[in-house]
């Protein structure tokens, strides 16, 4: 099996690009994400990638990242997700933002991506509730104050704090992150109104 492609990039497609490794071209599969993170025709590349065989055909996923990889997998595992819809939600979050979303169960987010509707937006983040792909490092921190937002649990002047943000305009992703980070900096015991502070500050750097 390939597990990665390093060569030159020889041609672009609208999911998918050639590349040239020594003389032979492979055509791999990808995320709008990952073909925007590649160099221009010519120039050198490396593709994580995933190897589909079939009897009627032998297709290859190609990653910019392990983490983006491992999600694919992840993604591939819910009912209902298949290569393109997989790719196409990587293609509108980066694993990070998915992680986020799935803590949240944030629909919308998940339903940015083409092919995603309603009811298989709900299914993505129920099943894949509390999954983790092994690569990449995960803030405890700041998981556990998305997660508990997401399940509705959320007390204190860190759940008010996000709420306040989001009001201001910021994703639950980026409020929850920003005051994660700052309680697991400064402690839990700050008032609502200086961790919204901080957390507007946070934002802004």
């Given at each position: 099996m390939i597990g990665k492609l390093?060569?030159?990039?020889?041609?672009?497609?609208?999911?998918?690009?050639?590349?040239?490794?020594?003389?032979?071209?492979?055509?791999?599969?990808?995320?709008?994400?990952?073909?925007?993170?590649?160099?221009?025709?010519?120039?050198?590349?490396?593709?994580?990638?995933?190897?589909?065989v079939r009897e009627d055909m032998i297709r290859l996923f190609g990653f910019a990242t392990e983490a983006e990889k491992s999600w694919f997998h992840l993604l591939m595992t819910v009912q209902g997700v298949g290569s393109r819809v997989a790719l196409a939600i990587l293609g509108t979050a980066s694993p990070s933002e998915l992680l986020s979303a799935i803590a949240l169960q944030d629909k919308t987010m998940i339903g940015r991506a083409s092919g995603v509707g309603p009811k298989l937006a709900q299914r993505i983040l129920s099943e894949l509730k509390g999954k983790i792909p092994a690569i990449g490092a995960v803030d405890p921190s700041v998981l556990g104050l998305?997660?508990?937002?997401?399940?509705?649990?959320?007390?204190?002047?860190?759940?008010?704090?996000?709420?306040?943000?989001?009001?201001?305009?910021?994703?639950s992703a980026q409020a929850s992150g920003a005051i994660a980070r700052i309680v697991a900096r400064d402690g839990d015991d700050i008032a609502t109104d200086k961790l919204i502070r901080l957390g507007l500050k946070e934002l802004s750097a």
């Open positions: 390093k060569g030159q990039i020889d041609s672009f497609g609208d999911d998918r690009v050639l590349i040239d490794v020594g003389g032979v071209c492979y055509e791999a599969f990808c995320s709008s994400r990952t073909l925007r993170a590649l160099p221009r025709v010519g120039e050198s590349a490396v593709l994580h990638i995933e190897t589909y998305q997660s508990s937002i997401g399940e509705g649990t959320a007390t204190g002047s860190a759940a008010d704090a996000v709420s306040a943000l989001v009001n201001l305009g910021y994703s």
